[in-house]
C-alpha cells in the first residue's frame, strides 16, 4: 500500500503524514505544530492550500530566510532555471567543469574584495562554513604549524548546523549547548557592543594577540549577527580584528552567508568597514533563494599554503558541488540584483521600516527596535509566544518567523512600500501579543 494515493493531497491527509515522518527545523518528531502549507509562491506573496485566519495569502516577511531577495517565480530565475535544466540539471565536478560554474566563480572574484580569488561552490551555508574552517587549519598545517587549528568567535553568532559551525555558535544562549563538551572547543569573545568602544576593541586585539600560536581563524558575521540574535555592530571591529590578525599571523573569515548582496545596504557587509577577509563564506542570497548553493571564496595566499603540503589539495568534493542548475540561477540573480539600483531599493527599504517599526518601540513589553537597510528587529523583553505573535502576524496577512525575544523581517527588495506597510503593522501587531 503506497502511503499516498495518486493526484494533490487533501491538507488534512498531507498535515497527518507531515507529522509522522517529516523533520522540520529544531522540531520534535513525530511533529507537534501545525505548519501552514504553502501551494505556491510569486513576487512576495505565500499562497496557501488552506485558509489561515481568514488568509488565502501572505505578505512575505521573511524572504525564506534572508535568501529570497528578488521575491518568489522571478520570470529572470525561472528562465535561466528552464534554459540551464534543458542543457544539463546536474553533472559531477570531478575531473569536469561547466560553464554556469566558471562564469559565476569568475563573476564572484569580480563582485568580491580584491583579494579573494579561488572560489569552492558547495551546497549549503554550513558546508561553505565546514570548507572555510578546513582551508584555514589545512593552510597551517601544510606550512608546518599543525598547533594552529583553533578558531576565536564572538559569542551571539551563528553558523550553521554541522560540526565547524556548530561549535563556533553561542555557547551560552544557542540552540547547539546541547552538544557543549563534545564539539571542538573553540575560543570566544564577548559579542561586539553596537557602538564602538576603544575599550572593547582593546580586548579583541588582546585576545588574538594571546591565543595566536594556536590560532588557525578568527571567524566573525561582519555588521549584523543573524540567527544568534540579530544584533547590529560598529564595523569599527571589523578593521581592529583585520589589523590584530594581520599583525599575529592569523587567518580571519567573515560569514557573510547572510549579511551578502546587499542586505545590510552594502553589497557585503565588509565594505562598510573597507577591509577583506583572507576568506570569505557566501550563500542564501547567491541563487535569489531560488536553490541550495554557498560559496567559499579565499585569497591566493590561502591557496598557496595548501599547495606547498604534504597533502597538496584541498580534500573536499560534495556530489553535488558546483550543481549547474544553481549556478545559473545564481549568475542570474547576481544580473539581476547588480543590473538595478538595489542600494537604492535596501535603503527605501531601510526607511519604510524605520518609519513603520517606530510604533513597535512605544509598545509594553518592547525593549528595543533596530534596523539597518533591509533588516528590522523589534526585540522583546520577554521570550516570544510564538503561536501568539505567529498568528497575530497571519490574521494581518503576513508571514513572520519570530525566535526566542525576536520579531524580525527582511523582505524581499522589490516589495513596495504598500506591503511593506503592512508587514510593519503586522510586526507590531505581533509584538503586541507575543
Ligand atoms: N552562516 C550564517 C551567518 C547563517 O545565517 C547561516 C544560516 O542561517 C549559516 C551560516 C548556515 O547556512 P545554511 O542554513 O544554508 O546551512
Not at 566558471?102 to 562554513?129: C, K, M, Q, Y
Not at 591557496?303 to 606547498?308: F, K, N, P, Q
Request: overall charge negative; aromatic content about 6%.
Amino acid at each position: 500500500e503506497p502511503l499516498t494515493a495518486p493526484g494533490p493531497l487533501p491538507v488534512g491527509e498531507l498535515l497527518e503524514l507531515d507529522r509522522a515522518h517529516v523533520w522540520h527545523p529544531y522540531s520534535p518528531m513525530p511533529g507537534r505544530a501545525d505548519p501552514l502549507v504553502v501551494a505556491s509562491a510569486s513576487g512576495v506573496r505565500l499562497r496557501l492550500a488552506e485558509p489561515a485566519h481568514g488568509r488565502h495569502e501572505l505578505i512575505d516577511g521573511m524572504s525564506s530566510w534572508w535568501s529570497a531577495i528578488h521575491g518568489y517565480n522571478h520570470p529572470v530565475l525561472n528562465e535561466a532555471a528552464r534554459t540551464q535544466l534543458e542543457r544539463m540539471s546536474h553533472v559531477m565536478f570531478g575531473g569536469l567543469t561547466h560553464e554556469p560554474a566558471v562564469r559565476l566563480a569568475a563573476r564572484l572574484v569580480e563582485i568580491t574584495p580584491e583579494p579573494l580569488r579561488h572560489v569552492f561552490l558547495s551546497d549549503s551555508g554550513s558546508v561553505a562554513v565546514e570548507v572555510a574552517v578546513k582551508m584555514c587549519l589545512q593552510h597551517w598545517r601544510s606550512l608546518g604549524r599543525p598547533e594552529k587549528r583553533r578558531l576565536l568567535t564572538w559569542r551571539g553568532g551563528y553558523h550553521g548546523d554541522t560540526w565547524q559551525p556548530m561549535a563556533v555558535c553561542d555557547p551560552d544562549g544557542g540552540m547547539h549547548r546541547l552538544w557543549s563538551g563534545v564539539l571542538p572547543r573553540q575560543l570566544f569573545a564577548d559579542a561586539p557592543p553596537a557602538g564602538f568602544d576603544e575599550a572593547y576593541a582593546k580586548t579583541l586585539r588582546a585576545a588574538v594577540a594571546r591565543h595566536a600560536h594556536e590560532l588557525a581563524a578568527v571567524i566573525v558575521e561582519p555588521v549584523v549577527q543573524g540567527a544568534g540574535g540579530m544584533r547590529f555592530h560598529s564595523p569599527g571591529y571589523l578593521r581592529v580584528l583585520r589589523e590584530a590578525c594581520d599583525e599575529h599571523g592569523v587567518l580571519l573569515v567573515f560569514d557573510e552567508i547572510a549579511t551578502g548582496f546587499g542586505r545590510t545596504g552594502t553589497l557585503f557587509a565588509a565594505g562598510q568597514a573597507g577591509v577583506s577577509p583572507d576568506v570569505m563564506c557566501l550563500g542564501k542570497a547567491l541563487t535569489g533563494g531560488y536553490l541550495s548553493m554557498a560559496a567559499t571564496l579565499c585569497t591566493s595566499a590561502v591557496a598557496d599554503g595548501i599547495s606547498r603540503g604534504e597533502v597538496p589539495v584541498l580534500a573536499h568534493g560534495p556530489t553535488f558541488m558546483a550543481n549547474p542548475l544553481a549556478a545559473a540561477v545564481a549568475g542570474a540573480s547576481i544580473d539581476l540584483l547588480l543590473g538595478q539600483d538595489w542600494a537604492q531599493e535596501v535603503k527605501r527599504l531601510e526607511s519604510g521600516l524605520g518609519e513603520g517599526l517606530a510604533e513597535a518601540g512605544k509598545l509594553p513589553g518592547v525593549r528595543e527596535v533596530r534596523v539597518l537597510g533591509g533588516i528590522g528587529v523589534v526585540q522583546l523583553d520577554h521570550e516570544v509566544d510564538l503561536a501568539a505573535a505567529t498568528g497575530a502576524a497571519v490574521r494581518a496577512g503576513v508571514w513572520l518567523r519570530p525566535f526566542r525575544d525576536l520579531i524580525y523581517v527582511m523582505p524581499p527588495y522589490v516589495m513596495d512600500d504598500a506591503d511593506l506597510g503592512r508587514v510593519c503593522e503586522a510586526v507590531c501587531a505581533s509584538a503586541a501579543a507575543g
